[in-house]
Every structure is written in structure tokens, then in C-alpha cells.
């Protein structure tokens, strides 16, 4: 079963759990005590729905943009269990495919084996980006690497 994240009504991007923090402390609580208790709660439930994830299909989603991209190696970050991600067809810069693959946590995705990223529209530094990103120890039981057509 694959499963959509970080995808919103209308296509907007939903916050990862850091982004959401931002976003909190940005509105107005009756009772200041509760911001903390509303991005505690969010926290858990993002660690709870996200690390059991074991596939994620985005193909053919608009182009993200590097804030997006961003939010969403945070997101992928936590998902401990994911084996499977495809990003095929999504015309993926080069900045938002640094992007996604600097924001992922040193050692993340250790159990992903299948990464499809074709018909991108990245080149030479989206693909240092992933070379740094398996450097820093994520990505590591990366089995099947899907990259034509960009």
C-alpha cells in the first residue's frame, strides 16, 4: 500500500513536525501553556504515522518547490520502515532535489531498498546532493535506483 505525504488539500504541502512548530508560534492560544502541548501532540503523531510507513508513491505530483522539497526529506526522515519511495515524474529541479537529500537526517532511510527518481529534471548537483546523503550514512540498504530520463 503506497500512501501520500506531505501533500495537503489542493496540493499544499503539510509541515513536518519542525515545520509545524514554526507555524505555531506564529498563532494566538487563549492559555499559552497549550502551543507546547498542541506541538508535543503533533510530534508524537508524526512519529507514530510516519515510522510505520512502508511505501510512498508521489509520482507525477506538481514540481516541488525547494521549501518543499526540504519539509519533505524531514518527513522522509521519519519514516524508519519505508522500503519504497518514488519521485518519478515530479520534474524535480536540481535546487529541490539538493534540497530533499541535505535535509535528510545522517543515517535515515536505512531500511529503503527501492528509490525511483526518473524523468526529473535534475542534474550534476541534485546528484552530488544523493551522493552526499549516502556518504553521511542514509540510504544505506539501497538495493534498486531508478534515475533515467533526467
Known sequence: MAAILGVGAGGAAEPNPDGFDALIEEKQFTNGADKESVKALFHKMSF???????ALSFEGLSP????????LGRCLSLCHKLESCDLASVKMTDDACAALFSSLASGSLGNLQR??????????????AFATAIASGSLGNLQELSLYNN
Do not use: C, H
Open 48 to 54: 507514530e504515522q510516519l515510522g510505520g510507513i512502508k
Open 64 to 71: 516541488p518547490t525547494v521549501e518543499e522539497a526540504q519539509q
Open 115 to 128: 528509490l525511483s527518481l526518473p524523468a526529473n529534471q535534475f542534474g550534476d548537483e541534485g546528484l552530488k
